[in-house]
């Protein structure tokens, strides 16, 4: 049976901090506190979580490190942990140099960070958020505490926030819903393959088109192929695009996560998963 023992302590483990930006990981920057906690069948009663785990139930994330202070010793633990944006559900890995403690998936729900693990040694990297009797799992379900530490602050001010650029103003910070109306319309972007269209739709749906250049006799002709389509989402300035068909069969019921850096009525400047830096000019 996997325990927070094994998965949340690593005495004085050394973190390892990433040297590039990584979008996904800013969503999970500052403090959180565990308020639901199921292991193994057993549902950990909220009173009871605080002596349940050696974090006490609160945690501190910076770059890809659990920071954690014990409340039985006092003393300060430190954990690493990776993520993979690129499966579904979203996989996460929590390891010392010497092993990999836990392995599960993660996803964000309205501010709140869900997490299911299983020990490596004991049971397969979960497929969905539960926690059955017999499963060896421990379904986490952590929020921000209600009186935020400074280090939030610190953390909320360096997480790249969408803003809108207009010709001769000062940049402003813009809601998701701002972010989600301004997203709406098609959008077109360059990459190595050539031109690729992107329609967002108001009702929560999206497509994608592929231009190819043909040569055509005498002249150059533009085929324009459907690609993908699916859902979208703004949470917290990232678009999150759900594919449910595409053309690469590997790419269905996939999440593609992108951090929207900056939005306007004419263009858009974007971070993918894996951190390289993008442009779209808006077409209508």
Same mark, same amino acid.
């Given at each position: 049976m996997i325990h927070l023992n094994v998965v949340a302590v690593?005495?004085? !483990?050394?973190?390892? #901090?990433?040297?590039? /930006?990584?979008?996904?990981?800013?969503? #999970?920057? $500052?403090?959180? =506190?565990? !308020? =639901?906690?199921?292991?193994? $069948? @057993?549902? +950990?009663?909220?009173?009871? +979580? @605080?002596?349940?785990? /050696?974090? $006490? $139930?609160?945690?501190? +994330?910076?770059?890809?490190? +659990?920071i954690f202070r014990s409340p039985h010793d006092g003393k300060k633990y430190v954990k690493v942990f990776s993520v993979d944006a690129t499966k579904y559900p979203k996989a996460i890995e929590i390891s010392t140099p010497q092993r990999t403690d836990g392995w599960g998936i993660y996803q964000f729900d309205n501010g709140r960070l869900v997490i299911c693990l299983a020990d490596p040694n004991e049971a397969e990297r979960p497929g969905d958020f539960s926690a059955a009797k017999g499963s060896k799992r421990m379904l986490m379900v952590l929020k921000r505490p209600a009186v935020a530490s400074a280090t939030t602050a610190v953390a909320k001010a360096a997480t790249p926030q969408p803003k809108t650029m207009p010709d001769g103003q000062a940049a402003q910070f813009l809601s998701d819903e701002q972010v989600t109306k301004m997203l709406a319309g098609s959008w077109r972007l360059k990459d190595s393959a050539g031109f690729l269209f992107v329609t967002f739709n108001a009702d929560g749906t999206f497509s994608t088109m592929r231009e190819y250049q043909q040569l055509r006799l005498f002249h150059k002709s533009f085929v324009q192929t459907p690609i993908s389509s699916g859902t979208w989402s703004v949470n917290n300035g990232a678009l999150a695009a759900h594919v449910t068909t595409s053309v690469r069969l590997e790419r269905v019921n996939q999440v593609l996560s992108f951090a929207v850096r900056s939005i306007s009525g004419r263009d858009m400047i974007f971070v993918d998963q894996l951190g390289r830096v993008g442009s779209a000019a808006k077409m209508r």
């Open positions: 690593a005495l004085l !483990a050394s973190p390892v #901090f990433t040297e590039e /930006p990584n979008p996904e990981l800013q969503q #999970f920057q $500052g403090p959180w =506190e565990v !308020a =639901e906690l199921s292991e193994d $069948g @057993k549902v +950990i009663p909220k009173q009871a +979580i @605080k002596e349940w785990l /050696p974090s $006490g $139930g609160r945690a501190e +994330i910076v770059d890809n490190a +659990i």
